[in-house]
Structure formats: C-alpha cells, structure tokens
C-alpha cells in the first residue's frame, strides 16, 4: 500500500500530536505545524497528499489558509478536511466550500482516519461521473489527465484549466477577462492578451480535435456544443 504524507495543521498541541499519533498507526507519514504561515510553506516546498486543517487558528485562519492554497496552481489540488470545534451552519458550509470534507471537535481520531482514506481514494479512483466526455476528448479534472482517442495529451496547467472551463460550459462564449479570471492564481500571471498564445498551443496539442474551441470575433471563445 502506499504510504500517504499528510499536514496536520493545529495550534492545539494535545490535538495535533493525537492525530499524529492514530494517523502514523494507520500507516500514514505525518507532520504537524500549528501555523498557517508555516502550512503555506511547507505544502509548497514539501508537498502533501492531504492537509487536515484547523478551522481556528492564531494569525491566518483556516479559511484564509485554505483560499490561498487554492489560488495557488502548484496545490490547488491537494484534498483538504476541515477540522474545528465549530459546528454552525455557517461554519460547516464556509468550509465545504473549499474542503473536500469537514470533522468537527470533539471528534474520533479512528472515524478522522476513514474520512481520510475515503477522500484520498476519492481522488484516486474517480468515477465515471467525474470524467468529462465532449467528442474525442475526455478529461480526467481530478488526475488532470488529457485523452483524446485514448491517447494522453501533455497540457500545461493554463492550457489545462483553459480547456476544462471551455468544456464545463459547451456553447457558451467565455470572454478573455473571464478566462484570465478562471485561471489566474498566486505567481502564475495570465493576461488577456496571453490567452490567445494559450489557445493557439492548446488547439495544436489537441491535433483534429482543436476545432472544437472556437473564436468568437471581438469576444473570446467557446467549446464547440456537438462536436
């Protein structure tokens, strides 16, 4: 099996060290910080396949944490639980909104280590439903995989996100300023003018298939809706 390496991220020492313990006897390789400043870093020079993060903590919050590393195109996809003692409403749903799963406090370190398992193999094995099917492309958002005929096209993470936002939406015109928008993220500048290199590269990568995104004269582009 695997040895998957989660963050552990609590100010909460007893809590941290807890987790820490229970998650290394399941098998996992685990670090612990109680900072969102130093989670940031680490994620970013380290790399995790997950991060259970506290909701409320000293200086950056959770919520803060978990914004930033979704605009960041480096981590954007790395699973995260929310783990706070709150357990309003409000809270939970603020939280869903950027986790993949919410545990609240007091919780069972055993039932915390089925929801991990159960969102790394989430991401792992996606389903049918999570595959995206237009013509002769499929696309894989999870494993940020590219077929097209059942062969694998190397996309760079703009041309990615250009092709999955344009797909998402067949038959609707999504401006350049919309685009740029769509795939914007810390250190990864995009422009307006850049999308139009982006497209041309992404069409010649698709081969037959690059028609299917097409111009709109003085507006941007769109996903062919049959093709």
Same mark, same amino acid.
């Given at each position: 099996?695997?040895?998957?390496?989660?963050?552990?991220?609590?100010?909460? /020492?007893?809590?941290?060290?807890?987790? $820490?313990? &229970? +998650?290394?006897?399941?098998?996992?390789?685990?670090?612990?910080? @109680?900072?969102?400043?130093?989670?940031?870093? +680490?994620?970013?020079?380290?790399?995790?396949? %997950?991060?259970? #993060?506290? +909701?409320?903590?000293?200086?950056?919050?959770?919520?803060?944490?978990?914004?930033?590393?979704?605009?960041?195109?480096?981590?954007? &996809?790395?699973?995260?639980?929310? %783990?706070?003692?709150?357990?309003?409403?409000?809270?939970?749903?603020?939280? #869903?909104? #950027?986790?993949?799963?919410?545990?609240?406090?007091?919780?069972?370190?055993?039932? #915390?280590?089925?929801?991990?398992?159960?969102?790394?193999? $989430?991401?792992? /094995?996606?389903?049918?439903?999570?595959?995206?099917?237009?013509?002769?492309?499929?696309?894989?958002? @999870? *494993?940020?995989?590219?077929?097209?005929?059942?062969? !694998?096209?190397?996309?760079?993470?703009?041309?990615?996100?250009?092709?999955?936002? %344009?797909?998402?939406?067949? @038959?609707?015109?999504?401006?350049?300023?919309?685009?740029?928008?769509?795939?914007?993220?810390? &250190?990864?500048?995009?422009?307006? *003018?850049?999308?139009?290199?982006?497209?041309?590269? %992404?069409?010649?990568?698709?081969?037959?298939?690059?028609?299917?995104?097409?111009?709109?004269?003085?507006? @941007?582009?769109?996903?062919?809706? &049959? !093709?």
């Amino acid at each position: 099996m695997d040895t998957y390496s989660i963050l552990v991220v609590d100010d909460e /020492e007893d809590i941290a060290e807890l987790v $820490r313990y &229970n +998650l290394t006897s399941e098998g996992f390789h685990v670090t612990c910080t @109680g900072s969102g400043e130093d989670a940031i870093r +680490l994620i970013r020079t380290e790399g995790f396949d %997950l991060v259970v #993060l506290d +909701l409320m903590l000293p200086g950056m919050s959770g919520i803060k944490v978990a914004k930033t590393l979704r605009s960041d195109p480096k981590v954007l &996809n790395i699973p995260i639980i929310m %783990l706070t003692a709150k357990s309003e409403e409000p809270d939970i749903l603020s939280g #869903l909104e #950027l986790a993949d799963d919410y545990v609240t406090k007091p919780f069972s370190p055993k039932i #915390l280590g089925a929801r991990i398992s159960a969102v790394l193999r $989430r991401k792992s /094995e996606p389903t049918e439903k999570d595959i995206l099917r237009r013509g002769d492309i499929s696309i894989d958002p @999870g *494993r940020r995989r590219v077929e097209v005929r059942g062969e !694998p096209v190397e996309l760079s993470f703009t041309e990615f996100q250009i092709l999955v936002m %344009l797909c998402r939406r067949p @038959g609707w015109v999504s401006t350049r300023a919309q685009i740029v928008d769509g795939v914007r993220g810390d &250190n990864y500048p995009v422009t307006e *003018r850049s999308v139009d290199v982006q497209i041309v590269g %992404l069409r010649k990568k698709l081969g037959h298939c690059g028609h299917y995104i097409e111009t709109v004269r003085s507006v @941007g582009y769109r996903f062919k809706e &049959n !093709p």
